[in-house]
């Protein structure tokens, strides 16, 4: 008897029930495999995000906020330092480069950070179009938001005032793009860099502005070499024990490390990935309960079939095979649907991460998992299938004669 | 073996059917010989479905002896009894059982795949279908086509093996006179081209004068 001939026209016949199980099944598997995923890669594209920074020297304050602020660029700066205190503090042995960065702007919500050129060899950044700026109010993009902004070399754009967009223009001060940095996945594909002077020239002027009608002289008026802070990347990996702690002994300075941090901030979202990895284990537990009763409903509805079979003359192994066979086959179309949407889903969020975040996902599948995945959909489809398979082997051929 | 006895597809000696060792009927002897038939008749619930079912190896009786082609189907292994019926008895059933998912060629075919029967070749299988008119639906599937088809697929799935007897289980209960005589006309011809053996179990009158002899099941008190 061809098994698979008559399992795959059951499959035909009863098509809308064999998709429901194919549904419910790939269903349950992307869930898994994304949830898998994504946890797995969540880390790696945080430690891509700040590039090569291994140290954030900034005002005394928290070390996290620190590195939310000036090292992933999503919290707001907690004060200034002087760029030459900053600059002599990380000046080690044990560090490689180190570069100022100053906030205060953006351009529809994407930050304006001045710095200096050594900034692109803490984040291995390399220029997709044109070169670093060589005169004030010159910008140079990151990909993200040259590719969100539309902005092409030689474009005009104005900044405004503070991090979020909606503030004041600075309607006097246009800057030209004149380069385009590469993807490199990290913070840096979604800021607007020019040269720190530009940055402290625009916010002196408009802290004198205010100062005129406000009658008070604010940081950037009172400290001609503001800084956010300084980003540096080490020579080598013992700096890390060394450097934050020289440095922290200072009164006005804070190091602070953006791996150990973020490790810190993982510590206390533990609890999260426990319910995390709960609620995964409650989805599997879901779909293989589902999948197993959409296939049983799918192979009882063949009982009958399956017991003319025997009638017909074939013996139990063969019956039980066409049950085995057509279960497996709605797994094995599980297994592919799923592996589809999951891939589809892991786009889609690598992508909202990528625009609302700027972290690069970049989700590999354990080969683990896909054995797991695979022997867990054989078990289930064995499963499924037995019931129906005894069933049809054990009786009904009188019943089948007296119905 | 004498050749005369060569003949004899089907034979049934004291044969008694019942459940759980005690007997409610009993089958009178008889002998069918290749392309003869008999009717078996009886009341509702007299023991003719019983008789096919210990004919065709699916339920034991619980008393006398069964033979097909001189071997007794209850002697065997149930393996060998499951090849038995499916290579050398044909069954029609009152409802056909038809596999919906499948074209009518393919259940016609399904008799000699179940019974892994090396006579399942295309050209026995096209000879059946144009024997019985069903060439031009042969693609079609089996819930697409008419009443008269369906009865028509059920009669060659049964003799797609070239089954040494063929049991017919109350074939014509719901059909009008003509279509009754048609369907007898139909059984009877196409066992005897065949050189099958016929029992067809019914209570149906019409069908005694089409057959050859008939046997009326005996209940026991």
Same mark, same amino acid.
């Given at each position: 008897?061809?098994?698979?001939?008559?399992?795959?026209?059951?499959?035909?016949?009863r098509?809308?029930?064999?998709?429901?199980?194919?549904?419910?099944?790939?269903?349950?598997?992307?869930?898994?495999?994304?949830?898998?995923?994504?946890?797995?890669?969540?880390?790696?594209?945080?430690?891509?995000?700040?590039?090569?920074?291994?140290?954030?020297?900034?005002?005394?304050?928290?070390?996290?906020?620190?590195?939310?602020?000036?090292?992933?660029?999503?919290?707001?700066?907690?004060?200034?330092?002087?760029?030459?205190?900053?600059?002599?503090?990380?000046?080690?042995?044990?560090?490689?480069?180190?570069?100022p960065?100053?906030?205060?702007?953006?351009?529809?919500?994407?930050?304006?950070?001045?710095?200096?050129?050594?900034?692109?060899?803490?984040?291995?950044?390399?220029?997709?179009?044109?070169?670093?700026?060589?005169?004030?109010?010159?910008?140079?993009?990151?990909?993200g938001?040259?590719?969100?902004?539309?902005f092409?070399?030689?474009?005009?754009?104005?900044?405004?005032?503070? @991090?979020?967009?909606?503030?004041?223009?600075?309607?006097?001060?246009?800057?030209?793009?004149?380069?385009?940095?590469?993807?490199?996945?990290?913070?840096?594909?979604?800021?607007?860099?020019?040269?720190?002077?530009?940055?402290?020239?625009?916010?002196r002027?408009?802290?004198?502005?205010?100062?005129?009608?406000?009658g008070?002289?604010?940081?950037?008026?009172?400290?001609?070499?503001?800084?956010?802070?300084?980003?540096?990347?080490?020579?080598?990996?013992?700096?890390?024990?060394?450097?934050?702690?020289?440095?922290?002994v200072?009164?006005?300075?804070?190091?602070?490390?953006?791996?150990?941090?973020?490790?810190?901030?993982?510590?206390?979202?533990r609890?999260?990935?426990?319910?995390? @990895?709960?609620?995964g284990?409650?989805?599997?537990?879901?779909?293989?309960?589902?999948?197993?009763?959409a296939?049983?409903?799918?192979?009882?509805?063949?009982?009958?079939?399956?017991?003319?079979?025997?009638?017909?003359?074939?013996?139990?192994?063969?019956?039980?095979?066409?049950?085995?066979?057509?279960?497996?086959?709605?797994?094995?179309?599980? @297994?592919?649907?799923?592996?589809?949407?999951?891939?589809? @889903?892991?786009?889609?969020?690598?992508?909202?991460?990528?625009?609302?975040?700027?972290?690069?996902?970049v989700?590999?599948?354990?080969?683990?998992?896909?054995?797991?995945?695979?022997?867990?959909?054989?078990?289930?489809?064995?499963?499924?299938?037995?019931?129906?398979?005894?069933?049809?082997?054990?009786?009904?051929?009188?019943?089948?004669l007296?119905? | 073996?004498?050749?005369?006895?060569?003949?004899?597809?089907?034979?049934?000696t004291?044969?008694?059917?019942?459940?759980?060792?005690?007997?409610?009927?009993?089958?009178?002897?008889?002998a069918?010989?290749?392309?003869?038939?008999?009717?078996?008749?009886?009341?509702?619930?007299s023991?003719?479905?019983?008789?096919?079912?210990?004919?065709?190896?699916?339920?034991?009786?619980?008393?006398?002896?069964?033979?097909?082609?001189?071997?007794?189907?209850?002697?065997?292994?149930?393996?060998?009894?499951?090849?038995?019926?499916?290579?050398?008895?044909?069954?029609?059933?009152q409802?056909?059982?038809?596999?919906?998912?499948?074209?009518?060629?393919?259940?016609v075919k399904?008799?000699?795949?179940?019974?892994?029967?090396?006579?399942?070749d295309?050209?026995?299988?096209?000879?059946?279908?144009?024997?019985?008119?069903?060439?031009?639906?042969?693609?079609?599937?089996?819930?697409?086509?008419?009443?008269?088809?369906?009865?028509?697929?059920?009669?060659a799935?049964?003799?797609m093996?070239?089954?040494?007897?063929?049991?017919?289980?109350?074939?014509?209960?719901?059909?009008?006179?003509?279509?009754?005589?048609?369907?007898?006309?139909?059984?009877?011809?196409?066992?005897?081209?065949?050189?099958a053996?016929?029992?067809?179990?019914?209570?149906?009158?019409?069908?005694?004068?089409?057959?050859?002899?008939?046997?009326?099941?005996?209940?026991?008190?």
């Amino acid at each position: 008897m061809n098994v698979i001939t008559l399992a795959f026209a059951y499959l035909r016949r009863r098509w809308g029930q064999a998709l429901l199980s194919v549904l419910v099944g790939a269903l349950g598997v992307a869930a898994v495999v994304t949830v898998l995923t994504a946890f797995d890669a969540l880390p790696d594209a945080a430690e891509r995000s700040w590039g090569g920074v291994d140290l954030v020297v900034g005002p005394k304050g928290s070390p996290l906020d620190l590195v939310l602020c000036c090292a992933l660029h999503v919290s707001d700066p907690q004060g200034l330092v002087s760029e030459k205190a900053a600059m002599g503090a990380a000046s080690s042995p044990l560090v490689r480069t180190a570069a100022p960065i100053a906030l205060g702007d953006n351009v529809n919500g994407w930050r304006i950070v001045g710095t200096t050129p050594a900034i692109f060899a803490i984040y291995h950044a390399d220029f997709a179009q044109g070169d670093v700026w060589t005169k004030p109010l010159q910008a140079v993009l990151g990909a993200g938001v040259a590719r969100a902004l539309q902005f092409k070399m030689g474009d005009h754009f104005v900044g405004a005032h503070g @991090l979020a967009a909606g503030g004041e223009l600075h309607s006097q001060f246009p800057y030209k793009v004149v380069g385009i940095l590469k993807p490199t996945g990290s913070v840096l594909d979604r800021v607007v860099l020019c040269d720190i002077e530009t940055v402290r020239y625009i916010h002196r002027k408009h802290a004198e502005d205010e100062a005129n009608e406000t009658g008070v002289a604010y940081t950037y008026v009172n400290l001609p070499d503001a800084a956010t802070a300084v980003v540096a990347s080490y020579r080598t990996p013992v700096a890390a024990l060394l450097v934050p702690r020289l440095i922290n002994v200072n009164p006005a300075l804070t190091a602070a490390s953006p791996s150990f941090e973020i490790a810190r901030l993982m510590s206390y979202m533990r609890p999260l990935s426990y319910a995390a @990895l709960a609620l995964g284990v409650l989805l599997v537990i879901i779909a293989a309960a589902g999948g197993a009763a959409a296939l049983m409903a799918t192979m009882n509805a063949r009982t009958r079939d399956l017991a003319l079979l025997r009638v017909l003359g074939a013996g139990p192994v063969s019956i039980a095979l066409v049950a085995f066979c057509e279960a497996g086959m709605i797994a094995v179309a599980a @297994l592919i649907a799923g592996g589809a949407l999951t891939w589809a @889903l892991l786009a889609i969020a690598s992508r909202l991460l990528l625009d609302r975040a700027g972290l690069l996902l970049v989700p590999q599948i354990d080969p683990d998992t896909v054995i797991y995945l695979i022997g867990g959909a054989i078990a289930v489809a064995f499963a499924a299938a037995l019931v129906p398979a005894i069933r049809a082997v054990r009786t009904s051929m009188e019943e089948l004669l007296q119905s | 073996m004498s050749s005369s006895n060569d003949t004899i597809k089907l034979a049934s000696t004291n044969l008694l059917l019942g459940r759980d060792g005690r007997s409610f009927a009993r089958v009178p002897d008889f002998a069918v010989a290749a392309g003869q038939s008999v009717a078996l008749v009886g009341a509702s619930g007299s023991g003719k479905t019983t008789a096919l079912m210990a004919f065709a190896g699916i339920r034991p009786p619980t008393g006398g002896a069964v033979v097909i082609e001189g071997v007794d189907p209850w002697r065997m292994s149930s393996h060998a009894r499951d090849q038995l019926r499916g290579r050398r008895i044909g069954l029609i059933f009152q409802s056909f059982y038809l596999v919906d998912a499948l074209s009518v060629g393919a259940n016609v075919k399904l008799a000699a795949q179940c019974a892994g029967n090396p006579l399942h070749d295309p050209v026995r299988l096209a000879k059946l279908l144009d024997l019985l008119g069903l060439s031009g639906v042969r693609e079609r599937r089996a819930d697409r086509i008419s009443h008269g088809q369906a009865q028509r697929v059920a009669v060659a799935r049964a003799l797609m093996n070239k089954p040494a007897v063929v049991l017919a289980d109350e074939p014509t209960s719901a059909l009008d006179d003509g279509n009754t005589e048609a369907l007898l006309k139909l059984l009877i011809e196409s066992a005897k081209l065949e050189h099958a053996a016929l029992v067809v179990a019914t209570h149906d009158r019409r069908v005694l004068s089409a057959v050859d002899r008939v046997v009326e099941m005996e209940t026991l008190s």
